[in-house]
């Protein structure tokens, strides 16, 4: 029997401004990827949403980006690596506090947006983020593309590394995601979603726009909690993998 991690990014909204259905979203993920307060969220969200995961069971990673709230950490900002890895520390430790406040483990890192997709190309800013998450704590898991220079980074420092696809994005040739400025960025048909997961957790593929067959290794599926399909997307993912008898676990556990 298969198992992969369902993960979804949560904890977005900020202040007054409601993001995402996270209270609903919540019971039918193993991994939630909490805003620490750069991109999105603020420490009254990242509290809030860490004792939610607590209630419902959910494994808590940190999920930091640029500090760009106007642009939700989407946009590239040019700055140095050790410019990164201290705004790594910085972030991943504020939302440690509040692990540490329920008693309870952070399990996971997973850069946002921007932040992301740099680390999976750029060998500099992808050492910087995995040399700041092996510094906050070496037992951290690091979510990356397949075959990213994230990955390869997180690896040669001896982490463990989680492969995480894309259950609402559509891929590039080369396996990268495809840029949101694209018009076939984001799957909108949860149909389609559903099935390119499965392909992609089963058969350890997935077809980039183009209609190149890329090999692929799924551990943990991503949902991201902002779109507007996002619960439908991930009730029915979830029941997709139930009937294909592929079993979720948070990823410690797998």
């Given at each position: 029997?298969?198992?992969?991690?369902?993960?979804?990014?949560?904890?977005?909204?900020?202040?007054?401004?409601?993001?995402?259905?996270?209270?609903?979203?919540?019971?039918?993920?193993?991994?939630?990827?909490?805003?620490?307060?750069?991109?999105?969220?603020?420490?009254?969200?990242?509290?809030q949403?860490?004792?939610?995961?607590?209630e419902?069971?959910?494994?808590?990673?940190?999920?930091?980006?640029?500090?760009?709230?106007?642009?939700?950490?989407?946009?590239?900002?040019?700055?140095?690596?050790?410019?990164?890895?201290?705004?790594?520390?910085y972030?991943?430790?504020?939302l440690?506090?509040f692990?540490?406040?329920?008693?309870?483990?952070?399990?996971?890192?997973k850069?946002?947006?921007?932040?992301?997709?740099?680390?999976?190309?750029?060998?500099?800013?992808?050492?910087a983020?995995?040399?700041?998450?092996y510094?906050?704590?070496?037992?951290?898991?690091?979510?990356?593309?397949?075959?990213?220079?994230?990955?390869k980074?997180?690896?040669?420092?001896?982490l463990?590394?989680?492969?995480?696809?894309?259950?609402d994005?559509?891929?590039?040739?080369?396996?990268?995601?495809?840029?949101?400025?694209?018009e076939?960025?984001?799957?909108h048909?949860?149909?389609?979603?559903?099935?390119?997961?499965?392909?992609?957790?089963?058969?350890?593929?997935?077809?980039?726009?183009?209609?190149?067959?890329?090999?692929?290794?799924?551990?943990?599926?991503?949902?991201?909690g902002?779109?507007?399909?996002?619960?439908?997307?991930?009730?029915?993912?979830?029941?997709?993998?139930?009937?294909?008898?592929?079993?979720?676990?948070?990823?410690?556990d797998?």
């Open positions: 029997m298969k198992f992969v991690d369902l993960n979804c990014d949560l904890g977005e909204s900020f202040g007054a401004y409601k993001i995402g259905q996270d209270e609903l979203i919540l019971p039918h993920i193993t991994s939630a990827n909490i805003a620490c307060g750069y991109h999105a969220g603020d420490h009254n969200v990242m509290a949403t860490v004792k939610m995961a607590v419902n069971d959910v494994k808590v990673g940190a999920h930091p980006g640029y500090r760009d709230l106007m642009g939700f950490g989407r946009r590239m900002i040019q700055t140095d690596p050790s410019d990164i890895y201290h705004f790594m520390i972030q991943i430790s504020a440690k506090g692990c540490d406040l329920h008693n309870i483990r952070m399990q996971h890192v850069p946002h947006g921007a932040l992301f997709n740099a680390a999976a190309v750029d060998s500099e800013i992808a050492a983020i995995a040399s700041a998450v510094d906050c704590d070496p037992k951290l898991v690091l979510y990356g593309l397949y075959g990213s220079e994230l990955t980074a997180g690896m040669r420092l001896g463990q590394i989680a492969n995480e696809v894309f259950a994005r559509t891929y590039q040739a080369n396996g990268m995601l495809t840029p949101r400025s694209h076939h960025a984001l799957i048909d949860v149909n389609v979603a559903v099935s390119q997961v499965i392909d992609m957790v089963k058969n350890k593929k997935v077809t980039a726009v183009d209609g190149t067959i890329i090999p692929i290794q799924a551990d943990t599926i991503c949902v991201h902002d779109g507007e399909k996002a619960l439908q997307f991930v009730c029915e993912l979830r029941q997709a993998l139930k009937t294909e008898q592929i079993n979720i676990k948070p990823i410690v797998l």
